[in-house]
């Protein structure tokens, strides 16, 4: 959705979004991150610590595949979800070793 | 008004803010003992007391006096640096820079993995690489939240030394022996200018002399 705005009614980014949806798909926030969780499924215990640490609520259980899934457009890379795993089944990996998964933004935030 | 060279000094709130005010700071005034006039800003426009998150500090430096007053951002950057590596990948940080600009990235990783998550690098004139991290490896957080006023880690300490010596190496705007007088940690500021790498690209580019 490409909307036409004038330059004088430029609004900062974020400031207005629609109200009621499941993800804020106008305020993506992954160029904050410069590590990136990475899951082992054959470790993992589907505990659920990772859903209940996170603060931006970026896992969620995938039932159809019986896996936890990972949001990146929304994970700020702070590493609560690798500390809190009692399975050590996340790990840390550098962002720039990946060539996707940022969104890229003109303007900071 | 002669030529106002303006750097961008982009950096992760919080947790690196106090390097790349160190860096925009000192650099500045390094400039200003050689007699240059100079501006430099901080915390304008970005929201930097949230943690990773990207924001930008700015110096200008010119031979006259400058009369842009009152506007903080730098809209056409000559200089770019980059003091995280990781926030090429999330920002478009050339935007508004002049052809033949200078770009210098903290990173021990190659320039060619770089620009590869730069798409409009063809805008450049120079791209240089100092691995500020591996030189210095200190990264000082300050949590004073007096933005500069109080500051008692010193200035450039950190990775903010290296930094400063590969930009006076490569930029030419200001003296390695005036950079010394002001950082603290002067090995480090040696480290950085002699270990910086730099490619320069062929192409017929403005005027600028990027690491002669």
Same mark, same amino acid.
């Given at each position: 959705m490409a909307i036409k705005i004038p330059k004088d009614r430029e609004v900062p980014f974020g400031a207005i979004t629609p109200a009621p949806?499941?993800?804020?798909?106008?305020?993506?926030?992954?160029?904050?991150?410069i590590v990136r969780p990475i899951i082992d499924h054959e470790k993992c215990t589907r505990c659920f610590t990772c859903y209940a640490s996170c603060p931006d609520s970026c896992w969620s259980y995938n039932e159809k595949e019986d896996k936890m899934e990972w949001n990146w457009k929304f994970c700020k890379g702070c590493q609560i979800c690798i500390y809190e795993c009692p399975a050590d089944a996340i790990s840390a990996a550098p962002e720039?070793?990946?060539?996707?998964g940022v969104h890229r933004l003109e303007k900071p935030f | 008004m002669g030529k106002v060279t303006e750097i961008t000094v982009w950096t992760r709130g919080v947790v690196m803010d106090k390097e790349a005010r160190d860096v925009a700071n000192a650099f500045g005034q390094a400039a200003k003992m050689e007699g240059k006039f100079v501006q430099a800003f901080d915390n304008?426009?970005?929201?930097?007391?949230? &943690?990773?998150v990207t924001t930008r500090k700015y110096v200008r430096i010119s031979d006259e006096e400058i009369e842009m007053k009152y506007l903080y951002t730098n809209a056409h950057p000559d200089v770019v640096v980059i003091v995280e590596p990781t926030i090429v990948k999330g920002i478009n940080v050339l935007k508004g820079m002049p052809e033949g600009g200078l770009l210098l990235i903290n990173t021990n990783r190659p320039i060619d993995y770089m620009l590869?998550?730069?798409?409009?690098?063809? &805008?450049? *004139?120079c791209v240089a690489t100092v691995d500020a991290d591996g030189i210095s490896g200190i990264r000082t957080v300050d949590f004073s939240g007096s933005e500069g006023g &109080?500051?008692?880690?010193?200035? *450039?300490?950190?990775?903010?030394a290296p930094i400063l010596g590969a930009l006076a190496r490569v930029s030419g705007m200001a003296k390695k022996e005036n950079l010394a007088k002001i950082v603290s940690d002067v090995a480090a500021l040696e480290r950085g200018y002699n270990e910086v790498k730099l490619e320069k690209f062929r192409k017929a580019r403005v005027e600028y002399s990027w690491g002669t």
């Open positions: 949806v499941k993800q804020q798909d106008l305020f993506i926030t992954s160029n904050w991150r720039l070793d990946f060539q996707d | 304008y426009e970005d929201l930097p007391d949230r &943690v990773l590869q998550f730069i798409p409009n690098a063809d &805008v450049l *004139g &109080v500051d008692t880690a010193g200035v *450039g300490a950190g990775i903010a």
